[in-house]
């Protein structure tokens, strides 16, 4: 017998995007950083005495944060609307309550920041702003323990899948959309955007101790992961719409399920479509199998009750609150939007998933239509300077280390 209580209907499938709608326009960010033993900068363990499972138990006592568990593990922590959780490889990553100014953002990572200090002192670790671990490779990088993550080494495929998972730590941004127009004009934009932001905070050029020859080799590992499930996520065409992001994901193979905190494998034997249509073994899908499949998709860009920019290297110096004030300077003002789509109406999207590829390698120093991307970078950051600039809040102040690093025709890793 089929254990559901009642049939999951396509119509609920969209009202997961159609709830995300909100009045207030809001900043998220999403913060990965690697942690490394400060002197040997081999990539700490999650076992052992001074691993990162201590260091999350200890950080808990002092900062009153609760446990995330799996099983018996501690994979995290949260308190309210934030999380402190572990990438496969223990990379750490704050996830932050978005907030309407950027300076609230900084502060909230500071505050915390300031209470892990003593504690990363007395464990000898150091959080390193980076890409991608610049001397471990993944072959000595332990899998953290979580059934998830498991799951997931197993079943993606794509030659760079281990290091995406294991080496990689990025920044992220989350951003609001007010109808479903709204979301599906922003959702464009930022994929077509995408490539040149990875090539401005391409921050991975050192791996296993050595130059690789790629500005973001974490760029380079994601295209060769599993590409059914990243790249980009549709052809993003002026007139797609809720619907489209909905048929592409039904049509994604299925990973796995959850059932009371037990992960049923489906290993890519069925897209959610035939999932929907037949069920797998005894179950029927639910709406948190719906959840739980969307958020194993991981394109350059992704819908979900907000829009979910991914592809940037961690980066430091302040260059880490340019990432959020690039896209809160453009996507929030409907002039920035209108001056940025004129740009980048001039390329194909086969141009700009070209560029997606060379970017990896070239950085800023990769081409469209023959020239260089240099110039139309600097196009986008000074489009957000005077954005956050009109609205005299100050927060224009960062997009400043952007803007400088760009004037000197350089992206993080050529420092």
Excluded at 115 to 135: H, M, R, T, Y
Excluded at 196 to 220: E, H, P, Q, W
Excluded at 366 to 393: D, M, V
Aim: proline share 4%; glycine share 6%; charged share 30%.
């Amino acid at each position: 017998m089929l254990k559901t209580k009642e049939r999951l209907e396509y119509s609920q499938l969209l009202d997961e995007f159609l709830l995300g709608c909100k009045t207030e326009q809001r900043i998220g960010m999403e913060y990965e950083r690697i942690p490394v033993s400060h002197y040997g900068k081999n990539v700490v363990p999650y076992d052992g005495e001074f691993g990162i499972c201590e260091l999350l138990r200890e950080f808990a006592k002092i900062d009153n944060w609760d446990y995330i568990l799996d099983g018996d593990s501690i994979i995290g922590l949260k308190k309210l609307h934030e999380t402190i959780t572990l990438e496969p490889g223990c990379q750490i990553e704050l996830s932050l309550e978005p907030q309407i100014f950027i300076k609230d953002l900084k502060k909230r990572i500071e505050e915390i920041d300031s209470a892990l200090a003593p504690i990363l002192e007395d464990f000898d670790i150091k959080l390193l702003n980076v890409g991608v671990s610049p001397k471990t490779t993944y072959k000595n990088i332990k899998l953290l323990p979580k059934q998830r993550y498991h799951l997931m080494a197993n079943y993606l495929w794509g030659i760079l899948s281990d290091v995406m998972m294991r080496e990689t730590a990025g920044i992220q941004v989350g951003i609001d959309f007010k109808s479903e127009e709204d979301a599906m004009r922003k959702f464009r934009l930022a994929n077509l955007m995408m490539p040149f932001a990875t090539a401005m905070f391409a921050n991975s050029k050192i791996r296993g101790g050595v130059d690789t020859g790629y500005k973001s080799f974490r760029a380079l590992a994601w295209l060769n992961t599993d590409n059914e499930r990243c790249g980009f996520a549709t052809d993003f065409n002026k007139n797609m719409c809720f619907k489209d992001y909905v048929a592409k994901l039904l049509e994604t193979p299925m990973i796995f399920i959850n059932r009371d905190d037990k992960m049923i494998g489906i290993n890519g034997k069925m897209t959610f479509k035939q999932y929907m249509e037949k069920g797998f073994e005894e179950f029927l899908p639910t709406i948190e199998d719906w959840k739980l499949h969307s958020n194993l998709y991981f394109p350059e860009v992704r819908l979900r009750n907000f829009i979910e920019i991914r592809n940037h290297d961690c980066v430091g110096n302040g260059l880490e609150y340019s990432v959020p004030a690039l896209y809160k300077g453009i996507m929030y003002s409907a002039s920035a939007m209108e001056e940025t789509e004129e740009i980048l109406n001039k390329y194909t999207t086969n141009e700009i998933k070209e560029l997606r590829y060379n970017v990896a390698k070239y950085a800023l120093n990769s081409k469209i239509e023959k020239k260089q991307i240099l110039p139309i970078c600097k196009e986008f950051a000074e489009i957000a300077y005077y954005t956050l600039k009109t609205e005299g809040e100050g927060e224009e102040e960062f997009i400043l280390p952007l803007i400088e690093l760009l004037k000197e025709g350089k992206c993080p890793a050529d420092i």
